[in-house]
């Protein structure tokens, strides 16, 4: 019977980092690991995981800055470094997962024997144990744009929480089998700081778990977080080809233009020209796994896509892979 999957526990924290470059801290970790930062308060204990996805290095910068600052917690702060092998792939920070295996924030739900579902279920088994009073699961965006959160609540509590990071919030239904639908102690919320290559997603994840760190108590802080509520997944079709060009190609199924990331958050109003489509309709394109409501939001014209209605996009990407494996975008309908 092979052995539970367990986390390499780093209790000091500091020595860990000291002088060390993101890449050198990265390596030195050996694998999936618990960092503690012993707080001033250690009855009690807040959570963070990050790098959940390798190409996602926002959340370990931020860790490393707080480390060599030796900053100490109002709480004890517990740190998951999830996806260590991907990121340490070359080239580094470039893997969202290692090529053959499954989106490690896809494997939180039942199933699998994978692992991927081994790491999952040890990252819960982890924080169920460790009882804390919030988890913040902390990303970078899959294309450039502004920071957000996501939570299934968006009660004041989760309100709370997120706005150490950010004053936007997602409140979405949709259940994906992430970190940020699983039932702690308290509440979850995920954090996009922004995109991966945008200097300010590093300073959001810095500032953002700086604040967390060091509120005695997050639950009194005066936050303004504005609410939007239930988007929608557009997704492609399994077989269907994407590409981000500034005209149509025969030989791809749906194209994409390429600076389709500026309309991140933007107000995007009805009719405006998102790309080009092959087959002259929404064939190539699923909602949710609901194909029949795509005509309500999305419409084509001598292959061109637009949209219908007025929207707001988010998490755009223009990264062929995760727009294959994941989705293109998330949007809500803007009902002005």
């Given at each position: 019977?092979?052995e539970?999957?367990?986390l390499h526990?780093?209790?000091?924290v500091?020595s860990a980092?000291r002088?060390r470059?993101?890449?050198?801290?990265?390596?030195?970790?050996g694998?999936p690991?618990?960092l503690?930062?012993l707080?001033?308060d250690?009855?009690?204990?807040r959570v963070?995981?990050?790098?959940?996805?390798g190409?996602e290095?926002?959340g370990l910068?931020?860790v490393l800055?707080l480390a060599?600052e030796r900053l100490?917690?109002a709480?004890?702060c517990h740190?998951i470094?999830?996806?260590?092998?991907?990121a340490?792939?070359?080239?580094r920070?470039s893997?969202?997962?290692?090529?053959?295996?499954e989106?490690?924030?896809?494997?939180?739900?039942?199933?699998g024997?994978?692992a991927q579902f081994?790491?999952?279920?040890?990252?819960k088994?982890?924080?169920?144990?460790l009882?804390p009073e919030c988890?913040?699961d902390?990303?970078n965006t899959s294309?450039?744009?502004?920071?957000?959160?996501?939570s299934i609540?968006g009660?004041?509590?989760?309100?709370?929480?997120?706005?150490c990071?950010?004053?936007?919030?997602i409140?979405?239904?949709?259940r994906l089998?992430?970190?940020m639908?699983?039932s702690f102690s308290?509440?979850?919320?995920?954090?996009e700081?922004?995109?991966?290559?945008?200097?300010?997603?590093d300073?959001?994840a810095?500032?953002?778990?700086?604040?967390?760190?060091?509120?005695?108590?997050i639950?009194a802080l005066k936050h303004r977080?504005?609410l939007?509520h239930y988007?929608?997944r557009?997704e492609?079709?399994?077989?269907?080809t994407?590409?981000?060009l500034d005209?149509?190609?025969?030989a791809?199924?749906v194209?994409?233009?390429t600076?389709?990331?500026?309309?991140?958050?933007?107000?995007t109003?009805a009719?405006t020209?998102?790309?080009?489509?092959?087959?002259?309709g929404?064939?190539?394109f699923?909602?949710?796994?609901r194909r029949?409501?795509?005509?309500?939001?999305f419409?084509v014209e001598?292959h061109c896509?637009?949209?219908?209605?007025?929207?707001?996009?988010?998490?755009v990407?223009?990264i062929?892979d995760i727009a294959?494996?994941?989705c293109?975008?998330?949007?809500?309908?803007?009902?002005?």
């Amino acid at each position: 019977m092979t052995e539970p999957l367990t986390l390499h526990h780093i209790t000091d924290v500091y020595s860990a980092a000291r002088k060390r470059s993101l890449e050198g801290f990265l390596l030195s970790l050996g694998g999936p690991s618990l960092l503690t930062f012993l707080g001033l308060d250690s009855s009690r204990c807040r959570v963070v995981v990050t790098l959940l996805h390798g190409n996602e290095p926002s959340g370990l910068r931020a860790v490393l800055a707080l480390a060599q600052e030796r900053l100490i917690p109002a709480v004890t702060c517990h740190v998951i470094i999830a996806s260590t092998a991907a990121a340490a792939t070359r080239p580094r920070f470039s893997h969202r997962m290692l090529p053959g295996q499954e989106d490690l924030n896809r494997c939180f739900g039942p199933g699998g024997e994978s692992a991927q579902f081994q790491l999952a279920g040890a990252i819960k088994a982890c924080i169920a144990k460790l009882n804390p009073e919030c988890v913040v699961d902390l990303h970078n965006t899959s294309g450039s744009g502004p920071d957000f959160s996501v939570s299934i609540s968006g009660d004041n509590a989760h309100q709370a929480l997120a706005s150490c990071f950010t004053s936007r919030m997602i409140v979405t239904d949709l259940r994906l089998g992430s970190l940020m639908e699983q039932s702690f102690s308290g509440p979850v919320v995920t954090i996009e700081a922004g995109g991966a290559k945008d200097a300010l997603a590093d300073e959001t994840a810095v500032c953002g778990l700086r604040t967390l760190f060091t509120e005695p108590d997050i639950y009194a802080l005066k936050h303004r977080v504005e609410l939007l509520h239930y988007p929608r997944r557009l997704e492609l079709q399994p077989g269907s080809t994407i590409a981000y060009l500034d005209g149509p190609d025969s030989a791809t199924s749906v194209c994409l233009r390429t600076d389709i990331e500026s309309l991140n958050f933007g107000y995007t109003p009805a009719g405006t020209h998102l790309g080009w489509v092959r087959e002259n309709g929404l064939s190539d394109f699923r909602l949710d796994d609901r194909r029949a409501e795509l005509s309500s939001y999305f419409c084509v014209e001598d292959h061109c896509l637009f949209t219908a209605v007025p929207l707001q996009l988010f998490m755009v990407t223009t990264i062929a892979d995760i727009a294959r494996s994941d989705c293109l975008f998330y949007f809500i309908h803007e009902k002005r």
